[in-house]
Protein backbone atom coordinates (compact mmCIF):
# COMPACT_ATOMS: atom_id res chain seq x y z
CA UNK A 1 0.00 0.00 0.00
CA UNK A 2 1.35 3.27 -0.83
CA UNK A 3 1.52 5.35 2.35
CA UNK A 4 2.87 8.62 3.96
CA UNK A 5 2.64 8.91 7.28
CA UNK A 6 4.19 12.37 9.13
CA UNK A 7 5.19 12.83 11.86
CA UNK A 8 6.66 15.35 14.98
CA UNK A 9 4.21 18.30 15.09
CA UNK A 10 3.38 19.84 18.38
CA UNK A 11 3.22 23.05 20.25
CA UNK A 12 6.55 25.76 19.96
CA UNK A 13 7.08 29.31 20.99
CA UNK A 14 7.37 31.76 18.62
CA UNK A 15 10.55 31.78 17.07
CA UNK A 16 11.39 28.46 17.94
CA UNK A 17 11.92 25.29 15.72
CA UNK A 18 10.51 22.30 14.97
CA UNK A 19 11.70 18.95 12.26
CA UNK A 20 8.62 17.43 11.24
CA UNK A 21 9.32 14.12 9.40
CA UNK A 22 7.20 11.76 6.44
CA UNK A 23 8.44 8.06 6.39
CA UNK A 24 7.16 6.70 2.77
CA UNK A 25 6.10 3.02 1.83
CA UNK A 26 4.67 1.24 -1.02
CA UNK A 27 6.68 2.97 -4.07
CA UNK A 28 9.99 4.04 -4.83
CA UNK A 29 10.23 7.05 -2.37
CA UNK A 30 14.43 7.56 -3.94
CA UNK A 31 12.71 8.29 -7.32
CA UNK A 32 9.94 10.72 -5.76
CA UNK A 33 9.50 14.26 -6.11
CA UNK A 34 8.61 15.58 -2.39
CA UNK A 35 6.38 18.31 -1.44
CA UNK A 36 5.32 19.92 1.98
CA UNK A 37 1.83 21.54 1.52
CA UNK A 38 -0.08 23.32 4.76
CA UNK A 39 -3.10 24.68 5.91
CA UNK A 40 -4.03 26.78 8.61
CA UNK A 41 -6.81 26.30 10.80
CA UNK A 42 -9.97 27.16 8.54
CA UNK A 43 -7.68 28.13 5.70
CA UNK A 44 -6.84 27.30 2.10
CA UNK A 45 -4.15 24.73 0.94
CA UNK A 46 -0.59 26.37 0.51
CA UNK A 47 2.33 25.07 -0.89
CA UNK A 48 5.20 25.11 1.02
CA UNK A 49 8.33 23.85 -0.69
CA UNK A 50 9.67 20.65 -2.74
CA UNK A 51 12.70 18.58 -2.93
CA UNK A 52 13.91 16.79 -6.21
CA UNK A 53 14.83 13.04 -6.41
CA UNK A 54 18.91 13.12 -6.47
CA UNK A 55 18.92 11.72 -9.43
CA UNK A 56 17.26 14.80 -11.11
CA UNK A 57 19.34 17.45 -9.01
CA UNK A 58 18.09 16.83 -5.36
CA UNK A 59 17.53 20.64 -5.15
CA UNK A 60 15.11 22.86 -3.06
CA UNK A 61 12.32 25.07 -3.86
CA UNK A 62 10.34 27.41 -1.34
CA UNK A 63 7.04 29.32 -1.31
CA UNK A 64 8.16 33.12 -0.45
CA UNK A 65 6.58 32.54 3.48
CA UNK A 66 8.96 30.29 4.91
CA UNK A 67 12.02 30.76 2.73
CA UNK A 68 15.16 31.28 4.40
CA UNK A 69 13.19 29.62 7.93
CA UNK A 70 12.66 26.30 6.50
CA UNK A 71 14.82 23.66 5.05
CA UNK A 72 13.23 20.39 3.01
CA UNK A 73 15.76 17.55 3.41
CA UNK A 74 15.52 13.75 2.01
CA UNK A 75 16.83 10.53 3.37
CA UNK A 76 16.32 7.46 0.85
CA UNK A 77 18.00 4.86 2.75
CA UNK A 78 15.25 5.54 5.17
CA UNK A 79 12.55 6.36 2.57
CA UNK A 80 12.05 9.73 4.65
CA UNK A 81 11.27 13.51 4.22
CA UNK A 82 11.77 16.15 6.52
CA UNK A 83 10.92 19.64 6.92
CA UNK A 84 13.39 21.94 9.55
CA UNK A 85 11.42 24.87 10.52
CA UNK A 86 13.31 27.32 12.10
CA UNK A 87 12.23 31.17 13.48
CA UNK A 88 8.77 29.86 13.79
CA UNK A 89 6.03 32.78 13.84
CA UNK A 90 2.29 32.00 14.86
CA UNK A 91 1.39 32.62 11.37
CA UNK A 92 3.06 29.21 10.78
CA UNK A 93 0.52 27.13 13.01
CA UNK A 94 -1.02 24.81 10.54
CA UNK A 95 -1.69 21.40 9.58
CA UNK A 96 1.48 20.15 7.68
CA UNK A 97 1.04 17.70 5.02
CA UNK A 98 4.12 15.68 3.12
CA UNK A 99 2.29 14.74 -1.13
CA UNK A 100 3.75 13.14 -4.17
CA UNK A 101 3.06 12.22 -7.46
CA UNK A 102 3.22 8.26 -7.74
CA UNK A 103 -0.01 7.31 -9.74
CA UNK A 104 -0.14 10.05 -12.17
CA UNK A 105 1.98 10.87 -14.95
CA UNK A 106 3.20 14.37 -13.79
CA UNK A 107 5.75 15.53 -11.10
CA UNK A 108 3.95 18.87 -10.36
CA UNK A 109 0.15 16.84 -9.45
CA UNK A 110 -0.49 15.46 -5.88
CA UNK A 111 -2.01 12.18 -5.97
CA UNK A 112 -0.58 10.65 -2.41
CA UNK A 113 -1.53 12.69 0.53
CA UNK A 114 -0.22 11.57 4.20
CA UNK A 115 -3.04 12.48 7.31
CA UNK A 116 -1.07 15.76 8.31
CA UNK A 117 0.85 16.67 11.45
CA UNK A 118 -0.14 19.92 13.15
CA UNK A 119 2.29 22.59 14.07
CA UNK A 120 0.99 25.12 16.82
CA UNK A 121 3.51 28.53 17.59
CA UNK A 122 2.13 30.09 20.08
CA UNK A 123 3.54 31.42 23.64
CA UNK B 1 4.00 35.96 -8.18
CA UNK B 2 1.35 33.82 -9.63
CA UNK B 3 -2.12 34.12 -8.49
CA UNK B 4 -5.49 31.52 -8.95
CA UNK B 5 -8.71 33.09 -8.01
CA UNK B 6 -12.09 30.47 -7.00
CA UNK B 7 -15.16 31.78 -6.00
CA UNK B 8 -15.95 31.38 -2.04
CA UNK B 9 -19.02 29.06 -2.85
CA UNK B 10 -20.85 27.43 -5.20
CA UNK B 11 -24.38 25.73 -4.54
CA UNK B 12 -25.67 23.12 -6.83
CA UNK B 13 -28.85 20.64 -6.25
CA UNK B 14 -28.34 16.88 -6.39
CA UNK B 15 -28.64 15.74 -10.01
CA UNK B 16 -27.43 19.09 -11.50
CA UNK B 17 -23.76 19.88 -12.70
CA UNK B 18 -21.66 22.05 -10.82
CA UNK B 19 -18.72 24.53 -12.34
CA UNK B 20 -15.87 25.32 -10.53
CA UNK B 21 -13.91 28.29 -11.89
CA UNK B 22 -10.22 28.86 -11.52
CA UNK B 23 -8.93 32.00 -13.22
CA UNK B 24 -5.50 32.66 -13.33
CA UNK B 25 -3.40 35.04 -15.84
CA UNK B 26 -3.46 32.77 -19.25
CA UNK B 27 -3.88 29.94 -17.10
CA UNK B 28 -4.52 28.22 -20.43
CA UNK B 29 -1.01 27.92 -21.36
CA UNK B 30 -0.58 25.88 -17.98
CA UNK B 31 -1.41 22.32 -16.48
CA UNK B 32 -4.46 22.61 -14.00
CA UNK B 33 -4.96 20.46 -11.15
CA UNK B 34 -7.67 19.82 -8.96
CA UNK B 35 -8.22 18.67 -5.29
CA UNK B 36 -11.30 17.55 -3.09
CA UNK B 37 -10.87 18.07 0.22
CA UNK B 38 -13.77 17.02 2.94
CA UNK B 39 -13.62 17.93 6.33
CA UNK B 40 -10.88 16.78 8.70
CA UNK B 41 -9.13 14.68 5.80
CA UNK B 42 -6.59 15.01 3.50
CA UNK B 43 -7.14 16.21 0.18
CA UNK B 44 -7.85 14.30 -2.94
CA UNK B 45 -6.65 14.33 -6.08
CA UNK B 46 -9.54 14.32 -8.74
CA UNK B 47 -8.39 16.22 -11.99
CA UNK B 48 -4.76 16.19 -13.42
CA UNK B 49 -3.28 18.03 -16.35
CA UNK B 50 -6.70 19.90 -17.38
CA UNK B 51 -8.45 17.05 -17.86
CA UNK B 52 -7.34 14.09 -16.76
CA UNK B 53 -9.01 11.76 -13.79
CA UNK B 54 -6.58 9.54 -11.57
CA UNK B 55 -7.48 6.18 -10.93
CA UNK B 56 -10.63 5.71 -9.52
CA UNK B 57 -11.81 9.23 -9.54
CA UNK B 58 -15.66 8.75 -11.22
CA UNK B 59 -16.29 9.92 -14.67
CA UNK B 60 -18.67 12.66 -13.35
CA UNK B 61 -15.29 14.58 -12.37
CA UNK B 62 -13.82 16.75 -15.77
CA UNK B 63 -11.66 19.36 -16.27
CA UNK B 64 -11.70 22.53 -18.98
CA UNK B 65 -8.74 24.66 -19.71
CA UNK B 66 -8.71 27.78 -22.05
CA UNK B 67 -7.76 31.42 -22.19
CA UNK B 68 -7.92 32.75 -18.91
CA UNK B 69 -10.25 30.21 -16.80
CA UNK B 70 -9.93 26.39 -15.73
CA UNK B 71 -13.38 24.74 -14.95
CA UNK B 72 -13.68 21.93 -13.06
CA UNK B 73 -17.15 20.21 -13.64
CA UNK B 74 -18.82 18.00 -11.71
CA UNK B 75 -22.21 16.19 -13.53
CA UNK B 76 -25.16 14.63 -11.58
CA UNK B 77 -23.80 16.04 -8.64
CA UNK B 78 -24.50 13.67 -5.02
CA UNK B 79 -24.59 14.83 -1.33
CA UNK B 80 -21.37 13.29 -1.17
CA UNK B 81 -19.75 15.58 -3.79
CA UNK B 82 -20.00 18.15 -1.06
CA UNK B 83 -16.77 19.63 -0.13
CA UNK B 84 -14.03 22.12 -0.88
CA UNK B 85 -12.34 21.95 -3.72
CA UNK B 86 -8.95 23.66 -4.58
CA UNK B 87 -7.08 24.11 -7.86
CA UNK B 88 -3.43 24.48 -8.36
CA UNK B 89 -0.85 24.88 -11.11
CA UNK B 90 2.87 24.96 -10.80
CA UNK B 91 4.15 28.70 -12.04
CA UNK B 92 7.41 27.73 -14.25
CA UNK B 93 8.63 31.46 -14.41
CA UNK B 94 9.63 30.79 -10.28
CA UNK B 95 8.95 27.01 -10.06
CA UNK B 96 6.69 27.25 -7.60
CA UNK B 97 3.43 25.30 -7.02
CA UNK B 98 0.42 27.55 -6.63
CA UNK B 99 -3.07 26.91 -5.36
CA UNK B 100 -6.22 28.71 -5.32
CA UNK B 101 -8.24 30.00 -2.88
CA UNK B 102 -10.70 27.49 -2.60
CA UNK B 103 -14.53 26.93 -2.94
CA UNK B 104 -17.21 25.41 -0.96
CA UNK B 105 -19.35 23.61 -2.79
CA UNK B 106 -22.63 22.75 -0.75
CA UNK B 107 -25.43 20.41 -2.66
CA UNK B 108 -28.72 21.64 -1.17
Known amino acids: EVQLVESGGGLVKPGGSLRLSCAAS????????MSWVRQAPGKGLEWVGR??????????DYAAPVKGRFTISRDDSKNTLYLQMNSLKTEDTAVYYC??????????????WGQGTMVTVSS | SYVLTQPPSVSVAPGQTARITCGGN??????VHWYQQKPGQAPVLVVY???DRPSGIPERFSGSNSGNTATLTISRVEAGDEADYYC???????????FGGGTKLTVL
Open chain 1, 99 to 112: TTAVGVATRNAFDI
Open chain 1, 26 to 33: GFTFSNAW
Open chain 1, 51 to 60: IKSKTDGGTT
Open chain 2, 26 to 31: NIGSKS
Open chain 2, 49 to 51: DDS
Open chain 2, 88 to 98: QVWDSSSDLGV
